[in-house]
């Protein structure tokens, strides 16, 4: 598997939030995004046509522009294809980012559209080639179409050198258990599975471990519930409104946390990273000050016996 380095800085920096999620991001806005970022040593750099319909790997290729290519690394996605849309509209409703719908996605993980894709990418980007690409949630059009073209046509890409590593990014844990073991994967890109407030995703961690597949765990606070140090009623969950039993059980977690000198989110951060197989964690921001906040909870010391109180208790399983 790849020797590349995954662990760049206290995260990797996503790039769905200057792509424009759920509300508009100035372009100054933008670039001071990622400036903060770069300012607080992150030097891995995730992103996605999806986000915003290109315009996240747009903003993060002229935010890079002027760094040495060799002191960062950069992510994208393939699986969506960018094509001509309506223009009288916004994306919100569809794909839920505040940009214009005078283009849409189209899924094509057929061997052509793979490289097409990472070829309008690395043109958006302004870069010759991208340090890891992943298929983008295979499981939400066809998980088999996915593995058996998309995943294939990556590997090569690799084997030609316009990748370094490849690997499949989604929140189905059934997908991305099937990805490891075709024995394609360098890395996968788990959202929002193995978190501090749930860990279906324990036993595929275990495995990449085994199988020497990198980790990198996105998703952390689980779309906001634990960003919060007392996550209140309208908390989101999954980018819903969070039941209240699970604002009650992060609130349980919290007090525990309370008692080591932790914060919820502090704690958030570090969950992840004692797993062998987690390489890195992956943390959107859309302003600087989000991204030194989560720089700040990032550098937490967070005492081995706050595991021990949260397992005692039965608020983290095993």
């Keep these: 598997m790849t020797g590349l380095d995954f662990d760049r ?13 759920l509300r508009t991001v100035s372009e100054d806005d933008a670039r001071t995004t990622v400036d903060a970022a770069w300012d607080a040593g992150v030097r891995g750099f995730d992103t996605a046509p999806h986000y915003g319909l290109g315009l996240s790997e747009r903003r993060l290729g002229a935010a890079l522009a002027d760094r040495p290519r ?59 080639h991208v340090d890891v690409a992943y298929l983008h949630d295979p499981d939400v059009y066809s998980l088999t179409d996915g593995l058996t073209q998309a995943l294939p046509t990556l590997a090569e890409l690799r084997d030609e050198g316009i990748v370094r590593a490849v690997g499949v990014g989604s929140n189905s844990v059934d997908a991305l258990s099937a990805a490891v073991e075709t024995g394609l994967c360098d890395v996968v890109m788990l959202a ?43 908390a989101t969950y999954d980018y819903a409104e969070a039941p209240v039993a699970l604002i009650d059980r992060a609130n349980a977690i919290a007090d525990v946390c309370e008692h080591h000198g932790v914060t919820l989110p502090e704690a958030a951060l570090a969950f992840p990273r004692r797993a062998p197989a987690v390489a890195a964690i992956a943390l959107g921001a859309q302003s600087a000050e989000q991204v030194r906040s989560n720089v700040a909870r990032a550098a937490a010391d967070v005492p081995e016996a706050l595991w021990d109180d949260l397992r005692s208790t039965g608020l983290l399983a095993d």
């Design 70 to 128: 060799d002191s960062f690394l950069v992510s994208t996605k393939v699986g969506r294809l960018l094509v001509p849309g309506r223009g009288d509209g916004d994306d919100l409703a569809s794909g839920g980012f505040a940009v214009p719908d005078d283009t849409v996605r189209q899924w094509d993980p057929s061997p052509s559209g793979v490289r097409r894709s990472l070829d309008e990418s690395l043109g958006r980007l302004g870069l010759d």
């Design 192 to 234: 929002g599975r193995y978190t501090l407030l749930e860990k279906p995703a324990a036993a595929l961690v275990a495995r990449c471990a085994e199988l020497g597949v990198a980790v990198v765990a996105v998703g952390v606070y689980n779309s906001g519930l634990l960003g919060q140090e007392r996550p209140a009623a309208g």
């Design 9 to 21: 800085g206290p995260f990797w920096f996503g790039g769905a939030g200057i792509g424009n999620l």
